[in-house]
């Protein structure tokens, strides 16, 4: 029997009502937004394992229970953040420099989400986005549709409970390439807000609107020469098998101090970590990273050690948790040494600190500009030195990079699911993305007389015998 063809996307209809629900919601006050959020919070956290089925038996990705994990954070850890914050009218006044801030909504935001975190990332986003009164418009990823709209159902169905707008929150089935760049570049979208593969955050740079995307994440961990080795390997080993390394905050490569290599290997292996031969290195790299297209495959995205093995005809224990690649080089030529949101590690060792530095750079160059570098170390002067050469928003010290990046859990980033890159990555903020980020704030400015305005100092300014220093003398030093 063949099915009826797809009907194209009715773009303008779709941007239509969130125009019209991105007016109503200006009507809203605080307390009306408020009571929205908890009941959004509150559905999607009571459907947690559910939904994390759901996208564990659609995408055939990662762990259930660390899918669940994911979606407590982006809604119990992410609620607690801003459940008290200000986005509704006078958020910060300074009556002495007469300054009012008022919290004014962008207007409809259009949201992809991507299938490695397809029901957390639609909780968070639509979270953030009503607490601060935008319509959003969600775009899962064509191999999570069903259960990323089933996550925007259920938040729908929460905020209308509530009171809000209709159509305060959409959700597209089905789109084309055609159709989300269109969405995207559309004149009444207010906001893109993508995550996704590099080439989709870059096409919503390119969309002519405003847009907060995140870059990749290839991120190193260096082990120190005063780290305490067993806890560090803990740490990282709880940090990449977490829901298979699809976290794009994951260790991507190790960097260790000579001194510890032979105790590092060994409490690997004691975590079911396999090394890599190098001839077994060589039939991984083309089953993990397609070198012409740059990208990691994604076959091998958020599967076990074991399958990927499978994949390259290797033999391991049945057990393996993790599959180790000891290398010396860094970037296409050894592709291992590049994002790849699985379980495998790449593994270096340095002599000293310089060159532990040296090769962090490298690593974080080749494919992680911006994001996160983690270290472990209990020397505080070196801890503030290596963190001074790194380009990343976050320097994670004696922290899993996974659950560390998104915050809440072992340290007091804003817990989020959206970790901007700032301009190593192409991106406007080294923030994890919250509500605050997606308020225009309106400044009423009261007339103040400043010291430097009056007839005698502006006259002073066409004299050419003054300069700084004398005008210092005359009207503040004296």
């Not at 893109?192 to 907060?212: D, K, Q, Y």
């Not at 399958?307 to 290797?314: D, E, F, L, Q, S």
């Not at 080749?366 to 963190?387: D, K, W």
């Amino acid at each position: 029997m063949n099915e009826k063809p797809r009907q194209g996307l009715d773009i303008d209809d779709l941007m239509e009502k969130a125009v019209h629900a991105a007016a109503e919601f200006l009507k809203y006050d605080q307390q009306q937004t408020d009571r929205i959020v908890t009941a959004i919070y509150k559905a999607g956290f009571n459907n947690r394992i559910r939904l994390a089925k759901m996208a564990f038996e659609e995408t055939k990705l990662g762990v259930l229970k660390d899918k669940i994990i994911k979606n407590v954070i982006a809604t119990r850890f992410v609620y607690e953040d801003i459940k008290n914050i200000k986005t509704v009218g006078i958020i910060f006044e300074d009556i002495e420099k007469g300054i009012v801030e008022i919290a004014q909504p962008l207007g409809p935001i259009f949201a992809i989400t991507p299938v490695t975190n397809p029901t957390s990332t639609v909780l968070f986003k639509i979270l953030i986005a009503l607490k601060s009164r935008n319509p959003i418009i969600i775009r899962p990823h064509g191999a999570a549709k069903k259960c990323s709209s089933e996550a925007a159902k259920i938040c729908y169905e929460a905020a209308l409970s509530e009171g809000a707008p209709e159509h305060c929150i959409q959700w597209i089935r089905q789109s084309t390439e055609e159709e989300t760049l269109q969405c995207m570049s559309h004149h009444k979208t207010a906001l893109v807000l993508a995550t996704g593969s590099t080439s989709l955050v870059r096409a919503a740079f390119r969309s002519g609107n405003p847009a907060i995307g995140v870059g990749p994440g290839n991120v190193p961990v260096f082990i120190g020469m005063t780290a305490n080795v067993p806890f560090a390997v803990e740490q990282i080993y709880l940090s990449k098998t977490f829901d298979n390394g699809t976290i794009c905050a994951s260790e991507q490569a190790l960097v260790v101090r000579k001194c510890h290599v032979e105790q590092t290997i060994k409490e690997f292996k004691k975590r079911g970590a396999y090394f890599l031969s190098k001839e077994e290195i060589k039939r991984l790299e083309p089953v993990a990273f397609n070198v012409t297209q740059k990208v990691m495959r994604t076959e091998v995205i958020g599967q076990p050690a074991p399958v990927i093995a499978k994949m390259a005809g290797i033999d391991v224990p049945e057990k393996t948790t993790l599959l180790i690649a000891p290398l010396d080089e860094i970037g296409l030529e050894s592709p291992l040494s590049l994002e790849i949101l699985a379980p495998i590690l790449a593994f270096y060792v340095a002599e000293d600190i310089e060159q532990a530095i040296e090769l962090c750079r490298k690593i974080n160059i080749n494919g992680g500009l911006g994001h996160t570098i983690s270290m472990f170390s209990n020397n505080e002067e070196r801890i503030m030195y290596f963190a001074s050469t790194m380009n990343a928003g976050r320097i994670l010290v004696n922290t899993p990079a996974s659950q560390g990046a998104m915050g809440g859990t072992y340290n007091s980033l804003r817990p989020s699911l959206t970790l901007a890159c700032g301009s190593g990555g192409k991106n406007i903020t080294t923030d994890n993305i919250s509500a605050r980020h997606l308020l225009n704030i309106q400044r009423i400015a009261r007339r103040k007389v400043s010291p430097h305005i009056s007839s005698e100092n502006m006259d002073l300014y066409f004299d050419e015998s003054i300069d700084a220093d004398a005008y210092e003398r005359k009207f503040i030093g004296q």
